[in-house]
């Protein structure tokens, strides 16, 4: 018997060798499996197979079929293991196919990432070709953590109880979508420890959570949507599959998002690239002008902002959201110099510049669609008055690039927003996906000093690809801040706060109307990157002092914000709510509470100045009577 083992920070993923190909042995708990008793099942349909193709496996799913249900008998092959790294082959001659699987680990956090790579050696066409399959040992059973939405109410917290069963969830969007996020938890109902699962991926996928009866391992896999085009691979042809993630914590599901965490802090680059923004969009919306910008640039570079941004409707022809889309040329109506005053106008003012971008739309009403209707995804269907660009085109992403390229070369661009704001047609294709974030890729190496926030009509692609390839992103467009909150509480549960872009802006809630503090709306805009998107210019002198020093008071606490371990106290509906910052010597508190609630008391699980014996901080709720920003030191 032959077991790797392939460390993390804290834990360890062991894998062990069987005649069926390479099996989980350990992860977080030992992987004991039953021996079935009757005849019905295969070994392999019990075995805890780390990938599983349809005719190796009988009974039980598999994440990899073949059209007409043939059978698939892949032999294990080589394996090649060296610390943190496995690779293992498995092989069907008569079909052609190869599958070289990959597990990764790392010492520096908790994250086990695995995908597979498959090979042709002839012709041959994949139904189903997801990444992996993960054993995890909470059954029989177990109790499924979801974050479901829609526009305006991503990651809204879902809990299921599956004793048996398959749970399914994914986007049929071309984009994440706001439907799902894709990442599960996973809990049995007597253990105090969980599991998290995630794909990275950008295009449509599927999540699948497989309880069978009475086992005491739930499967979950995942990968490219399984309903969309089969992949067709030729003689020497690859496919690379979505990586999945997964972690294991000791401490539940609070701990599966720290652990979370910890891995996508050491995606990010330098703190120059979570900058306190401010958006010029609910100011001005279609209507930009130069001298309305810079009088807005006045304010915000008094509240202490640090990039401003102009978003839609600088570009040739763009009134409304009708016409314009692909016309990436500054409006010579609306700025007859050119881009350069205002961009000279907020440099002097000592902020970065940035722009809002939507490459990958174009308006039927626009010079690129009149010159090329062919580039974009069939059948035509508006949304939003905007077709969606085919960027599996090569001709489309090399456009795209060109276009990206001049935009950051003639203007000292710092800061671009890309938006997405439809879905894409039928599902899009895997190679639209894989474009994208080439073309992500490509801002990141050619452009360094461009910070780069995604965005699809709010939290529509949110993901760890996108976050391996974005500085900051932008989990909704409902900005009224009790609703916000809400989504925030559930972002957390699976994204850091260091990517979590929120503005203060003026808008009114939607679902949770409850009275609000200019305060509770930067406290609720603090819990991640603070931005502000309000017209500054409605603002009166008083509130502009308020706000001046609610940004300095961000910036003294923005690194434990964004670096820090993340505590949920509560949830948003209760009388009073909290969410802890713990880094280094510090703690920072920042808590919202409803109207007529009194103190908050917390328990901050360690040790801190002012803090009761037991490290219990009672929030008096002294900013304003509705919010609290309490900073401690460590004992």
């Given at each position: 018997?032959?077991?790797?083992?392939?460390?993390?920070?804290?834990?360890?993923?062991?894998?062990?060798?069987?005649?069926?190909?390479?099996?989980?042995?350990?992860?977080?708990?030992?992987?004991?499996?039953?021996?079935?008793?009757?005849?019905?099942?295969?070994?392999?349909?019990?075995?805890?197979?780390?990938?599983?193709?349809?005719?190796?496996?009988?009974?039980?799913?598999?994440?990899?079929?073949?059209?007409?249900?043939?059978?698939?008998?892949?032999?294990?092959?080589?394996?090649?293991?060296?610390?943190?790294?496995?690779?293992?082959?498995?092989?069907?001659?008569?079909?052609?196919?190869?599958?070289?699987?990959?597990?990764?680990?790392?010492?520096?956090?908790?994250?086990?990432?695995?995908?597979?790579?498959?090979?042709?050696?002839?012709?041959?066409?994949?139904?189903?070709?997801?990444?992996?399959?993960?054993?995890?040992?909470?059954?029989?059973?177990?109790?499924?953590?979801?974050?479901?939405?829609?526009?305006?109410?991503?990651?809204?917290?879902?809990?299921?109880?599956?004793?048996?069963?398959?749970?399914?969830?994914?986007?049929?969007?071309?984009?994440?979508?706001?439907?799902?996020?894709?990442?599960?938890?996973?809990?049995?109902?007597?253990?105090?420890?969980?599991?998290?699962?995630?794909?990275?991926?950008?295009?449509?996928?599927?999540?699948?959570?497989?309880?069978?009866?009475?086992?005491?391992?739930?499967?979950?896999?995942g990968g490219v949507d399984d309903?969309?085009?089969?992949?067709?691979?030729?003689?020497?042809?690859?496919?690379?599959?979505?990586?999945?993630?997964?972690?294991?914590?000791?401490?539940?599901?609070?701990?599966?998002?720290?652990?979370?965490?910890?891995?996508?802090?050491?995606?990010?680059?330098?703190?120059?690239?979570?900058?306190?923004?401010?958006?010029?969009?609910?100011?001005?919306?279609?209507?930009?002008?130069?001298?309305?910008?810079?009088?807005?640039?006045?304010?915000?570079?008094?509240?202490?902002?640090?990039?401003?941004?102009?978003?839609?409707?600088?570009?040739?022809?763009?009134?409304?959201?009708?016409?314009?889309?692909?016309?990436?040329?500054?409006?010579?109506?609306?700025?007859?110099?050119?881009?350069?005053?205002?961009?000279?106008?907020?440099?002097?003012?000592?902020?970065?510049?940035?722009?809002?971008?939507?490459?990958?739309?174009?308006?039927?009403?626009?010079?690129?669609?009149?010159?090329?209707?062919?580039?974009?995804?069939?059948?035509?269907?508006?949304?939003?008055?905007?077709?969606?660009?085919?960027?599996?085109?090569?001709?489309?992403?090399?456009?795209?690039?060109?276009?990206?390229?001049?935009?950051?070369?003639?203007?000292?661009?710092?800061?671009?927003?890309?938006?997405?704001?439809?879905?894409?047609?039928?599902?899009?294709?895997?190679?639209?996906?894989?474009?994208?974030?080439?073309?992500?890729?490509?801002?990141?190496?050619?452009?360094?000093?461009?910070?780069?926030?995604?965005?699809?009509?709010?939290?529509?692609?949110?993901?760890?690809?996108?976050?391996?390839?974005?500085?900051?992103?932008?989990?909704?467009?409902?900005?009224?801040?009790?609703?916000?909150?809400?989504?925030?509480?559930?972002?957390?549960?699976?994204?850091?706060?260091?990517?979590?872009?929120?503005?203060?802006?003026?808008?009114?809630?939607?679902?949770?109307?409850a009275r609000t503090s200019l305060?509770?709306?930067?406290?609720?805009?603090?819990?991640?990157?603070?931005?502000?998107?309000?017209?500054?210019?409605?603002?009166?002198?008083?509130?502009?002092?308020?706000?001046?020093?609610?940004?300095?008071?961000?910036?003294?606490?923005?690194?434990?914000?964004?670096?820090?371990?993340?505590?949920?106290?509560?949830?948003?509906?209760?009388?009073?709510?909290?969410?802890?910052?713990?880094?280094?010597?510090?703690?920072?508190?920042?808590?919202?509470?409803?109207?007529?609630?009194?103190?908050?008391?917390?328990?901050?699980?360690?040790?801190?100045?002012?803090?009761?014996?037991?490290?219990?901080?009672?929030?008096p709720f002294r900013l304003a009577?509705?919010?609290?920003?309490?900073?401690?030191?460590?004992?």
């Amino acid at each position: 018997m032959t077991d790797w083992e392939l460390p993390t920070a804290t834990s360890a993923y062991v894998v062990r060798a069987t005649d069926a190909g390479p099996v989980l042995a350990h992860w977080g708990r030992p992987v004991r499996v039953v021996p079935p008793r009757g005849t019905f099942e295969t070994p392999a349909d019990i075995a805890p197979l780390e990938f599983a193709a349809a005719g190796t496996r009988h009974a039980q799913g598999s994440e990899l079929l073949v059209p007409g249900g043939a059978a698939l008998r892949f032999v294990p092959g080589s394996v090649v293991h060296s610390g943190c790294r496995l690779q293992a082959l498995l092989r069907d001659d008569d079909l052609g196919l190869e599958v070289e699987l990959h597990v990764r680990t790392s010492r520096r956090h908790d994250v086990v990432e695995r995908w597979a790579l498959l090979r042709a050696s002839r012709d041959v066409t994949i139904t189903r070709a997801f990444g992996a399959g993960w054993n995890v040992p909470v059954g029989p059973g177990a109790r499924v953590g979801t974050l479901v939405g829609a526009w305006s109410r991503e990651c809204t917290p879902a809990e299921v109880d599956l004793p048996a069963g398959q749970l399914s969830i994914g986007s049929r969007q071309g984009i994440t979508s706001h439907t799902y996020a894709p990442v599960v938890t996973l809990r049995s109902r007597d253990a105090a420890d969980a599991y998290g699962i995630a794909l990275a991926w950008s295009g449509s996928w599927r999540l699948t959570v497989d309880a069978v009866p009475f086992r005491e391992v739930v499967r979950v896999s995942g990968g490219v949507d399984d309903e969309a085009a089969p992949i067709m691979l030729g003689p020497g042809e690859e496919f690379e599959t979505p990586h999945l993630l997964g972690v294991w914590s000791p401490d539940g599901p609070a701990g599966v998002a720290r652990a979370w965490h910890a891995y996508q802090r050491g995606l990010a680059r330098g703190p120059e690239h979570r900058p306190i923004v401010y958006n010029s969009w609910y100011a001005t919306t279609f209507d930009v002008r130069v001298e309305h910008q810079l009088a807005l640039a006045d304010v915000a570079a008094d509240l202490g902002v640090e990039v401003f941004v102009v978003d839609d409707g600088w570009f040739r022809g763009r009134t409304s959201d009708r016409a314009g889309l692909g016309d990436w040329f500054v409006d010579e109506q609306k700025f007859p110099d050119g881009l350069g005053p205002l961009v000279t106008g907020v440099l002097d003012r000592g902020m970065r510049f940035g722009l809002w971008v939507e490459p990958e739309a174009v308006n039927p009403d626009s010079d690129l669609y009149r010159a090329h209707p062919d580039w974009v995804h069939q059948p035509l269907l508006t949304l939003r008055n905007q077709y969606v660009l085919d960027l599996g085109r090569p001709e489309v992403e090399a456009w795209a690039g060109a276009m990206l390229r001049r935009l950051l070369t003639e203007h000292p661009i710092s800061y671009l927003k890309w938006d997405m704001n439809r879905a894409i047609t039928l599902g899009g294709s895997i190679a639209h996906t894989r474009a994208y974030h080439r073309l992500m890729r490509m801002l990141r190496e050619e452009f360094p000093h461009v910070t780069v926030e995604a965005c699809a009509g709010g939290g529509g692609r949110v993901d760890n690809a996108v976050l391996a390839l974005s500085d900051v992103v932008w989990p909704s467009d409902e900005t009224g801040p009790r609703d916000r909150l809400a989504i925030q509480h559930g972002f957390l549960s699976a994204y850091p706060p260091h990517v979590m872009s929120s503005w203060v802006t003026d808008e009114a809630d939607r679902l949770d109307t409850a009275r609000t503090s200019l305060e509770f709306r930067f406290v609720v805009a603090m819990a991640g990157v603070l931005g502000i998107g309000a017209d500054l210019l409605a603002w009166s002198p008083a509130v502009r002092a308020r706000a001046r020093d609610l940004v300095a008071l961000y910036r003294e606490i923005r690194p434990v914000v964004h670096g820090g371990e993340v505590t949920r106290h509560g949830a948003p509906g209760d009388p009073a709510y909290a969410v802890q910052y713990t880094m280094d010597d510090r703690v920072v508190l920042l808590a919202w509470a409803r109207p007529g609630a009194g103190p908050l008391r917390v328990r901050t699980g360690v040790r801190c100045r002012g803090a009761a014996a037991d490290g219990v901080v009672e929030v008096p709720f002294r900013l304003a009577p509705d919010c609290d920003v309490v900073v401690l030191d460590r004992a």
